[in-house]
């Protein structure tokens, strides 16, 4: 069974970093792209961005480029969204995804909720 | 960037209606690589449809997807208590692969 566990949920401060992660099983993870969706409280789904886990080669949707990184162990089937210094405006909800070979979202993770508070 | 807008924003029907949703691309969607997304609170996006109109596994009949070029549409033919929920189309034919503002499938 295909599965994708994030991280638990964050309460940080404007200007700290952070890093959630997002580890797959069931499936042979560096044979599949994941990416990066968040959702902003009551608001919908934004692609952030997106990994290939076998060789790290990376790609960002043009709102997200410099505001995030995208990285990935492959050691331990784990990918990673983080901040170097985060803001109020990064309040959401972020999801991980897998990318079919046909290039949708077939499996999502639960959800990691960070909250950016002072 | 293909911007996806979505109608109505809200959609009130009672169970055993057919429910009809429009997604509406900026430019056309190439290879009809379009995906709808069903996401209930709490929880995360589930696949529904890929290629316009492919259930995903595990997805009852009643759901059906049409559609080509910038025009799409989600057909739920008599609708469940278990299908109020907000629905999401997605174009990945181009990248960014960009998602719709979604519509709210509420009870009447």
């Known amino acids: 069974e295909v599965q994708l566990v994030q991280s638990g949920a964050e309460v940080k401060k404007p200007g700290e970093s952070l890093k959630i992660s997002c580890k797959g099983s069931?499936?042979?993870?560096?044979?599949?792209?994941i990416g990066w969706v968040r959702q902003m409280p009551g608001k919908g789904l934004e692609w952030m961005g997106i990994i290939y886990p076998d060789d790290s080669d990376t790609r960002y949707s043009p709102s997200f480029r410099g505001q995030v990184t995208i990285s990935a162990d492959k050691s331990i089937s784990t990918a990673y969204l983080q901040w170097s210094s985060l803001k109020a405006s990064d309040t959401a909800v972020y999801y991980c995804a897998r990318r079919s070979s046909y290039y949708y979202f077939d499996y999502w993770g639960q959800g990691t909720l960070v909250t950016v508070s002072s | 960037e293909s911007v996806l807008t979505q109608s109505p924003g809200t959609l009130s029907l009672s169970p055993g209606e057919r429910a009809t949703l429009s997604c509406r691309a900026s430019q056309s969607v190439p290879g009809s690589f379009l995906a709808w997304y069903q996401q209930k609170p709490g929880q995360g996006p589930r696949l529904l449809i890929h290629?316009?109109?492919t259930r995903a596994t595990g997805i009852p009949d009643r759901f059906r997807g049409s559609g080509s070029g910038t025009d799409f549409t989600l057909t739920i033919s008599r609708l469940e208590p278990e299908d109020f929920a907000v629905y999401y189309c997605?174009?990945?034919?181009?990248?960014?692969?960009?998602f719709g503002p979604g519509t709210k499938v509420e009870i009447k």
């Open positions: 997605q174009q990945y034919g181009s990248s960014p692969a960009t």
């Open positions: 290629g316009t109109s």
């Open positions: 069931g499936y042979s993870f560096t044979s599949y792209w």
